[in-house]
Structures are given as structure tokens and as C-alpha cells.
């Protein structure tokens, strides 16, 4: 079964600094892929970035960046010039390949991550 | 384009009753995942509807058991509630396209179940 893991339960930053958050996962499959999600206090997930594990350009989306480590399993996320609008619950997710229409799309999720962005 | 809509907001209920929550897919979407999120954990897995049938399951009783309408919402049902029960249940939609794009869930805003 794959495992996601997230060791930092909590973390702040300045405003404006960077930070990163840490993530890494067990598989055995090859062809999956990655996501952070973003969980502000109105509880919606927002998809923040996503990572094919075929790709090894890390992805990147305008302040959101990865640093994807196949071998070692790890998928970091780095957020530059933190704003306050940041401030939310990150969680780190894996989803095996699917290769049909009817293919599972079940994510497996990390704890989660609290940021805080101080002013 | 609405996204994907879940009702109620909140619920309320005590020991021993049952529960059904509905979640409509973004527009174009026919794949409906249910996830559990108790407090301060990330989400679990519940269960994926495809054509209206249950395609995957979670590490979850019985007592939880969905549906798929032919216009793709779905409901999630469950049983016999315990304490354990209460949590936020999210509901996600994908639609097929195929590629990366093919491949983003969107999520709806959840449902805050408390159990008394």
C-alpha cells in the first residue's frame, strides 16, 4: 500500500521569505503521480501543483515550485515570497497511473502541514 | 461554471441514526471519489463511482455505501452512526480527457458531519 508522510506538522514563515515543506511516500509502482493541495479555513482543497513521476523537470507554478527526488522519494514544496493568503493546511498526495476511463483516482494523502505567514 | 456543489453544509446527528450526502460533479465530470477528513488528519478514501457502479473502495465498513445518479451526482449513505463517524466528507469530481489535464480532481467544499 502506498504511505505518504509529512513530518512537519506545523510551520511559519515571513512574509515575503521562502519556505519549504516537506514531503515524502512509499510505492512500488512506477507511472504515478504527485499533488500538493491547499486547505484554507474555508475547507476547500485547491490543487496547488502537480508533479508526473515520468517527468524529471521539476514543475513549477509561479511562486510554488517542487523539488521531486525520485530515487530517494521525497516531493518538497517551495513557496517564494510568501503572502498572508498562504496561510493554510498543506497536504502532500500521491494517485498511482490510470490507464481507463473507469481507472482509480484515489488519492492517498499526507497529515498535513499548517502554515502560518506572519506579517 | 458551477464546481462541484455538496449539501448540506453541516449536519447534526446522534448515535445509531443514519445520514445521506449528496455532491453534484463539476459540469462535464463523471467520476465521483468520496473522502473522510476527521479532525486534523488528512483525507481517506471512501469510495469511487464510475457508469454508477462503486469502482474502488477504501478500508471502510459497510455501513457506508453511495450512489451514482445518470446525471453523475452521487450520494454518500451511511449507517448506524458512531462518534467516529464525525468528520469533514469531501466529495471530488474528475472528468476524462485523458493527459495531464485529464488528470485534476476538483473538490467540493465538504459537509461537516458531527455525531452526538
Known amino acids: 500500500a502506498q504511505t505518504v508522510t509529512q513530518s512537519q506538522p506545523e510551520m511559519s514563515v515571513q512574509e515575503a521569505e521562502t519556505v519549504t515543506l516537506s514531503c515524502t511516500y512509499d510505492?512500488?509502482?512506477?507511472?504515478?503521480?504527485l499533488f500538493w493541495y491547499k486547505q484554507p479555513p474555508s475547507r476547500q482543497m485547491i490543487l496547488v501543483i502537480r508533479?508526473?513521476?515520468?517527468?524529471?523537470q521539476n514543475a513549477t507554478e509561479n511562486r510554488f515550485s517542487v523539488n521531486f527526488q525520485k530515487a530517494a522519494k521525497s516531493f518538497s514544496l517551495k513557496i517564494s515570497d510568501s503572502q498572508l493568503g498562504d496561510a493554510a493546511m498543506y497536504f502532500c498526495?500521491?494517485?498511482?497511473?490510470?490507464?481507463?476511463?473507469?481507472?482509480?483516482?484515489?488519492?492517498?494523502f499526507g497529515k498535513g502541514t499548517k502554515l502560518s505567514v506572519i506579517p | 461554471d458551477a464546481g462541484v456543489t455538496q449539501s448540506p453544509t453541516h449536519l447534526i446527528k446522534t448515535r445509531g441514526q443514519q445520514v445521506t450526502l449528496r455532491c453534484s460533479p463539476k459540469?462535464?465530470?463523471?467520476?465521483v471519489s468520496w473522502y473522510q477528513q476527521a479532525l486534523g488528519q488528512g483525507p481517506q478514501f471512501i469510495f469511487q463511482?464510475?457508469?454508477?457502479?462503486?469502482?474502488q473502495r477504501g478500508n471502510f465498513p459497510d455501513r457506508f455505501s453511495g450512489h451514482q445518479f445518470p446525471n453523475y451526482s452521487s450520494e454518500l449513505n451511511v449507517n448506524a452512526l458512531l462518534l467516529g463517524d464525525s468528520a469533514l466528507y469531501l466529495c471530488?469530481?474528475?472528468?476524462?480527457?485523458?493527459?495531464?489535464?485529464?488528470?485534476?480532481?476538483?473538490f467540493g467544499p465538504g459537509t461537516r458531519l458531527t455525531v452526538l
Open positions: 471530488a469530481s474528475r472528468g476524462y480527457w485523458g493527459g495531464a489535464a485529464g488528470n485534476e480532481q476538483f
Open positions: 510505492t512500488s509502482e512506477s507511472d504515478y503521480y
Open positions: 508533479q508526473e513521476a515520468y517527468k524529471q
Open positions: 498526495a500521491y494517485r498511482r497511473e490510470a490507464y481507463s476511463g473507469a481507472g482509480s483516482y484515489q488519492l492517498t
Open positions: 459540469s462535464g465530470h463523471d467520476t
Open positions: 463511482y464510475y457508469e454508477e457502479e462503486e469502482r
